[in-house]
């Protein structure tokens, strides 16, 4: 707060530091704060950002201290965090409910063009990837033939759902998850109630996401690999 009050009026805290007020982030010593562009102020230990465009839109309160809105803040670590940890904090701001990676995707293109968007994008790209059914297939197939397995059945009813890919000789299900990190309890749920009743019939279910199959290939080719080899083995 006293870093705020130091800053002027329009003054907000920014970056790590709001990461940490909205718990998204770990505490780092420098604190950050955001004022306008036309207002010069300079303080000791204070890393002073300014932006022509800040609003009341961007203002919030964490424990009565102004403070940038969780979007503003994603966008503003995108600039300085790796992205193993500008990951974490997209998972925590999700778990917290602030901002889900689907909606804060779609918010970065109405916002103006500035620093860290670009970058927090293509994260967010390989993260909210989603195929349809035949674009799945379509990228999925080869993966299966590359590494010697049989065509599987597609989008067939089995023990009271629709799976995307089936191996009735293996005993093998596999389905596909829209998004990487971001599933509601409810879908989690079904996804869960899935998977069990597969298993209950005695079958295999196995969960790659949309992203998995589009962005990491090889990693999908050797778990099919290791999983029919142990599979075969047993029959």
């Not at 230990?45 to 919030?60: E, P």
């Not at 989008?155 to 990487?180: A, C, I, K, S």
């Amino acid at each position: 707060m006293g870093a705020v009050l130091s800053c002027g009026p329009t003054a907000l805290v920014s970056h790590g530091s709001a990461g940490w007020l909205w718990g998204i982030t770990a505490w780092t010593p420098e604190i950050h704060v955001v004022t306008l562009n036309d207002v010069v102020r300079s303080r000791p230990g204070i890393t002073v950002h300014r932006r022509f465009d800040l609003g009341s839109g961007d203002r919030r309160e964490v424990a009565g201290i102004p403070v940038t809105d969780p979007v503003s803040v994603l966008i503003d670590m995108a600039c300085c965090l790796s992205d193993a940890r500008l990951e974490r904090a997209i998972r925590e701001a999700d778990r917290l409910e602030l901002v889900d990676p689907e909606r804060l995707r779609g918010l970065l293109d109405l916002i103006p063009r500035r620093p860290g968007i670009g970058r927090l994008r293509r994260l967010l790209d390989s993260e909210t990837f989603s195929l349809t059914d035949s674009e799945l297939e379509r990228r999925f197939l080869p993966l299966v033939a590359a590494v010697d397995l049989p065509r599987p059945q597609t989008q067939v009813w089995l023990n009271g759902y629709r799976v995307d890919f089936y191996w009735p000789e293996l005993g093998l299900v596999v389905e596909t998850d829209g998004l990487r990190y971001h599933r509601t309890p409810s879908q989690q749920k079904k996804d869960r109630l899935r998977d069990q009743a597969h298993a209950t019939a005695g079958l295999t279910p196995l969960r790659f996401t949309a992203a998995q199959v589009r962005f990491e290939p090889r990693q999908t080719m050797a778990t099919l690999i290791a999983v029919a080899s142990r599979l075969r083995s047993a029959r």
